[in-house]
């Protein structure tokens, strides 16, 4: 019983350092899209969208390697990784093809803009 509550606390702390991480990745990636808002930018910001969406593959292997899926599932919530995964990567494509500036020119600039 000792031994299981040592691997579910270890496991939170990692989700939690992993979510801080995530939580510092995403205020840089606002300073540099407020920096690299050119043109010019758009393939490496929509590198950097991809980068960070799926940065949770390598952990969430490891996690479910070393506890097993069932407990993984439970505790860590790979669901909501899963979503955060798909959803980065649909902004990236959003951002790569300038969906909404495309087909509406200049009524989608909000904050930011090109």
Known sequence: MMMMMMTTTMMM?????MMMMMMMMMMMMMMMLMYYSTYTCNCFISVLLLAFGWSGIIPA???TSVY???LVM???AMEWMGLMSLLYTASAITYATRIPERFFPGKC???VSK
Not at 13 to 17: A, G, L, T, V
Request: a neutral charge; glycine letters at 6%; charged letters at 10%.
């Open 13 to 17: 702390m990692m989700m939690m350092m």
């Open 74 to 76: 439970r505790q860590v």
């Open 109 to 111: 600039d909000i904050w």
């Open 61 to 63: 292997i490891h996690l």
């Open 68 to 70: 097993g899926v069932t």
